[in-house]
C-alpha cells in the first residue's frame, strides 16, 4: 500500500494522538487501508469528463475545486467592505459546495462501513476506531476546503490585507466543522426514520443536484458584478439566526469594519459557538449514528405499485406486441431504479429544463416581458432538445450489463421490439414530463396561439430520437456496456445531434412565415416519424450482439 502524505504530515503529531490514549499505529494502518481503498471512487465533479484511471482521483480532482473556487468565491472579494452582504453570499456558495460534495463523493467516507464486521471484531479499542473515521473525514475535508479556498485567500492577502485572510481562514475551519456535523445529521434524521434505501436515493439526487448547479455556476459569476453600485443596507430579522453564512459575513463586520451592533455580536458568537457545540452533540450522538448504519447493509423493498401501473398503462398504449410492452417495462424499471444510470442522465435532464428559462430571463434584460410574450422566444424550448442525443446514447450503459446474456437466450421472436420499446419508454421517462412542465410555462407567457408550435416541438423530439438512436446506438443492445465506457462515446457525434436540433429550429422559424406552413411542417413530421420508426424497428432484425 502506498504511504500517504497526509499520513506523514499526520506521523508528526503522533504523540497528540497518544497522550488521548489512541493506538496510533493500529489508527495509521487503519487510515492507510481506507485511503487506499477511496483512491479507487471516481469524484462527482468528474462526471461526464474523460480522465484516467490510474491513482487516487480524488486527488487529480482538487484541481476542479480549485477552479470552481476561483470562478465562485474570488469575484466576490472585489465587491467593496460591505461584508454582511458579500462575504453572507460568499460563504453561502462555499457551504453549499462543501455540504454537496461532502454527501456525493464522501458518502462512503461518513457512512463507512465496510470495516465493521472485520475491525470491530479484533482487539482494537472504540477510540481508536472513532479516531480513525474522524481522522479519515478531516483529511478529505482539509485537502477539499484547502483546493476551493486556496485561490482566493491568496487573492484576499492583496486585496484586504492579512487581518482579512487570516479571519477568512479561521471562519472556512469553522464552518467546515459545520458542514461534517450538519451532514452527519442530516443522514441521522433520515436513517433514524427511513429505511437505508432512502438514504441511498438522497445521495443520489444530491449527486445530481452538484452536477447540476456545477454546470449553472458560470450564471450566478455572471451576474454578480451588477450588484456593484447598488447601496446595500441591512436589517436584522429574528430568523437570520437560522443562516450559517451570515454568522460568518458578521464575524467580517465586527473585526474589520468595527460594528459592534447586538446582532452582529450575537452572529459572531453563534460563529465559533455553533459549530464547538455541534461537534460536542455529534460525538454523543455517535453510538446512535453507528447503530443506524447497519440499515444500510438492508435493501428494503421500495412502493413501485403506482409508477408500475403507469408503465403497464403506457406500454398498452404505444406498444404493439406483448413483446414490447415487455421491453417498455423492463426498460422504464432500468431507467428509475439504476442510480448510476440516473446519475449520468440526470443533470442532463435538469439542464434542459433550466437551459430555456436562462435564454428567456436574459431576454428580459433588453426587452420588456409584454414585447417578449409577441415575439417568437418560445423557440428557446428546442434547447429543450439539446439533452437528447447525450440521454440515447447513455441507454446502452449499465451497472449490471454482465446480464446482457438475457437477450441471446430468451425466445424473442422480433429482436427490434427491444429497442423500439426501450426508446419509446426513452421518450415518456425522459423527455415528456420536461416538454409538459415546459409547455404548460411557455403557454401561460406566449398565450395560446403557440399550441401548433409546441406540437410541432413534440415531433420534432421523437425524430431527434430516432435520428440520435441512428447515429449512436447501432447495434448495441440496450444496457448492455459498463459505465466505465461511457468516456468512449464520441464527441462529435454528440455534437452533431445538437448541431441537427438547430436544423429543427432553423426550418420550424421557417415554416412559421409560410401561411399554413406550420400544419404542413407538422404534416411532414409525422409523415418521416412513421416512415423513419418503421426502418429502423422492421418487423425483422437479423441476430446482432453487443461490441
Known amino acids: 500500500m502506498d504511504d500517504f502524505k497526509s499520513l506523514r504530515v499526520l506521523d508528526r503529531f503522533k504523540w497528540a494522538f497518544q497522550k488521548l490514549h489512541i493506538d496510533y499505529d493500529v489508527m495509521r494502518k487503519i487510515l492507510q487501508l ?5 483512491g479507487r471512487r471516481m469524484p462527482t465533479v468528474f462526471n461526464g469528463s474523460k480522465v484516467k484511471k490510474e491513482g487516487n482521483q480524488f486527488i487529480k480532482s482538487l484541481w476542479v475545486y480549485g477552479l470552481y473556487g476561483l470562478l465562485l468565491l474570488t469575484p466576490f472579494l472585489f465587491l467593496g467592505n460591505q461584508f454582511i452582504f458579500f462575504i453572507s453570499i460568499m460563504f453561502s456558495v462555499l457551504m453549499f459546495i462543501v455540504m454537496t460534495s461532502m454527501v456525493s463523493d464522501f458518502s462512503a467516507v461518513l457512512l463507512d462501513i465496510r470495516d465493521k464486521n472485520i475491525l470491530h471484531s479484533k482487539p482494537i479499542s472504540t477510540r481508536t476506531l472513532n479516531a480513525a473515521k474522524v481522522v479519515h473525514i478531516l483529511i478529505y475535508l482539509f485537502l477539499l476546503t484547502g483546493s476551493f479556498i486556496i485561490v482566493p485567500l491568496i487573492v484576499s492577502i492583496f486585496r484586504h490585507g492579512i487581518g482579512f485572510a487570516v479571519v477568512f481562514l479561521v471562519d472556512v475551519v469553522l464552518i467546515s466543522c459545520l458542514v461534517v456535523v450538519l451532514t452527519a445529521f442530516v443522514y ?36 454578480v458584478f451588477e450588484f456593484i453600485d447598488f447601496d446595500i443596507t441591512y436589517s436584522f430579522a429574528w430568523w437570520h439566526l437560522l443562516l450559517p453564512p451570515l454568522w460568518y459575513g458578521a464575524s467580517f463586520e465586527l473585526l474589520l469594519n468595527n460594528n459592534f451592533s447586538l446582532p452582529i455580536i450575537i452572529f459572531t458568537v453563534l460563529a465559533v459557538v455553533g459549530p464547538i457545540l455541534s461537534i460536542l452533540l455529534y460525538i454523543r450522538l455517535m453510538p446512535a449514528f453507528e447503530r443506524n448504519l447497519a440499515k444500510l447493509l438492508s435493501d428494503s423493498k421500495r412502493n413501485r405499485k403506482k409508477s408500475r401501473y403507469l408503465d403497464r398503462f403506457w406500454s398498452t398504449v404505444l406498444c404493439r406486441t406483448k413483446e414490447e410492452q415487455t421491453f417498455y417495462m423492463f426498460s422504464s424499471l432500468m431507467m428509475k431504479q439504476e442510480r448510476e444510470l440516473k446519475l449520468k442522465i440526470y443533470p442532463q435532464i435538469g439542464f434542459a429544463l433550466i437551459l430555456p428559462f436562462i435564454f428567456l430571463f436574459n431576454n428580459l434584460r433588453m426587452s420588456s416581458w409584454e414585447e417578449m410574450s409577441k415575439g417568437n422566444m418560445f423557440l428557446v424550448i428546442y434547447f429543450s432538445l439539446a439533452m437528447i442525443p447525450t440521454v440515447v446514447q447513455m441507454l446502452k450503459f449499465t451497472g449490471t450489463y454482465k446480464a446482457q446474456w438475457i437477450y441471446r437466450v430468451a425466445p424473442i421472436q422480433n429482436i427490434s421490439v427491444i429497442y423500439s420499446g426501450t426508446l419509446k419508454a426513452c421518450i415518456i421517462n425522459y423527455f415528456i414530463p420536461i416538454y409538459l412542465l415546459l409547455s404548460i410555462f411557455f403557454v401561460w407567457v406566449f398565450s395560446f396561439r403557440i399550441v401548433a408550435d409546441l406540437i410541432v416541438v413534440l415531433l420534432a423530439a421523437i425524430a431527434m430520437t430516432l435520428v440520435s438512436f441512428r447515429l449512436f446506438t447501432g447495434e448495441d443492445y440496450p444496457f448492455s456496456h459498463s459505465h466505465e465506457h461511457t468516456q468512449d462515446m464520441s464527441t462529435m457525434k454528440v455534437f452533431g445531434g445538437i448541431l441537427v436540433v438547430g436544423i429543427f429550429v432553423l426550418v420550424h422559424f421557417i415554416f412559421s412565415k409560410i401561411p399554413v406552413g406550420l400544419y404542413i411542417y407538422m404534416a411532414i413530421l409525422v409523415i418521416g416519424i412513421i416512415v423513419g420508426w418503421k426502418k429502423i424497428f422492421p418487423n425483422k432484425w437479423k441476430e446482432v450482439g453487443t461490441k
Open 34 to 38: 481506507k485511503l487506499t481503498m477511496d
Open 188 to 223: 441521522l434524521f433520515i436513517l433514524r426514520f427511513f429505511s437505508g434505501e432512502k438514504l441511498k436515493d438522497m445521495i443520489n439526487y444530491v449527486q445530481i443536484i452538484l452536477t447540476l448547479a456545477i454546470m449553472l455556476s458560470y450564471q450566478l459569476v455572471a451576474r
